[in-house]
């Protein structure tokens, strides 16, 4: 299977910055993969900074997640907004010195982080959906933590629909959540080996990339892109990890790929419209 890649624009991570350019065709999203490493210590030029995404759509600059490497450079990067998934440090702890534009999350999450000088808040309910600037965002439980309580969100923009989950181990009402995306980009920690442990109970960690192939193909998502890289692929041959995620794809009749730092991917466009057959290799 050969995925026709869309065009990418590489920028340097360490600087942190995105050039300025001209707002995306009408109609159309913009993904920024700003940073692609989970919660390890190994870092790469590829997986650089804690994973984060930019939705630029019409004149909005949305940032998703601003984990700790974003603390002291998100200023550069001048979000119109930023939505949280949870609060755990790769994820929330960007804002420990408080940001000028609006920050939505759950209230379990602005609970973990209500000392931080936010100034401008949202609250975003599981199942609510929410407009922000033109783009629509709908949060669905996931199992992942206990302490930090995540959302996957749904995100609408013109004809495309996205579902952004980093950390992940089940997803709450997944038909629902799946049902007619354009896009998955979900939890890349692990492409064979959960990380999965019980606290009280309840699974906690991260599911694999097999298993959330599964889900794709169980749900008519024919596209995916793994993000919050894992030390099983952040340092790992790169070539080696792409043939192993082309041979899972095609099992599932999934069209997917790694995200790097700097990735750049244009929704709605020929070359992530769905098209099983091709995904299929027929």
């Known amino acids: 299977m050969q995925i026709n890649r869309p065009s990418v624009t ?13 707002p995306p065709a009408s109609g159309s999203i913009e993904l920024v993969f700003l940073g692609t490493r989970g919660e390890i210590e190994r870092r790469t030029r590829r997986h650089w900074r804690h994973s984060a995404l930019l939705l630029r759509y019409g004149r909005a600059r949305i940032m998703v997640d601003c984990g700790a490497d974003w603390r002291r450079r998100v200023a550069r990067l001048a979000p119109s907004a930023i939505v949280l998934t949870h609060g755990h440090p ?4 960007g804002l420990a ?3 000028r534009c609006p920050v939505y999350a759950t209230k379990e999450t602005w609970k973990l982080i209500e000392r931080y000088p936010v100034t401008r808040r949202g609250v975003i309910s599981v199942g609510e959906p929410l407009a922000i ?3 629509c965002f709908e949060a669905f439980s996931v199992e992942h933590s206990t302490r930090a309580p995540a959302v996957g969100y749904r995100i609408t923009a013109g ?15 997944r038909a629902r959540a ?16 959960p990380i999965i442990r019980r606290r009280d109970g309840r699974r906690i960690g991260h599911t694999t990339i097999r298993a959330q192939l599964g889900w794709c193909a169980e749900e008519g998502v024919s596209n995916a892109i793994f993000t919050h890289c894992g030390s099983g692929i952040v340092g790992r041959d790169g070539r080696r990890v792409g043939a192993l995620l082309r041979r899972l794809a095609r099992e599932h009749g999934v069209a997917a790929r790694i995200a790097h730092d700097g990735l750049r991917i244009t929704l709605p466009g ?3 419209r769905k098209r099983r057959a091709a995904a299929s290799g027929h």
């Open 97 to 99: 010195d408080g940001v």
């Open 90 to 93: 790769d994820h929330a702890f």
């Open 133 to 135: 600037e033109g783009i």
């Open 270 to 272: 020929a070359a992530w």
């Open 159 to 173: 004809a495309a629909s996205i579902f952004y989950v980093p950390d992940v181990v089940a997803i709450r009402h």
């Open 178 to 193: 799946l049902t007619g995306v354009t896009l998955y980009v979900g939890d890349g920690a692990s492409l064979f080996r």
């Open 10 to 22: 590489k920028y340097r991570a360490s600087r942190a910055r995105i050039p300025a350019e001209r």
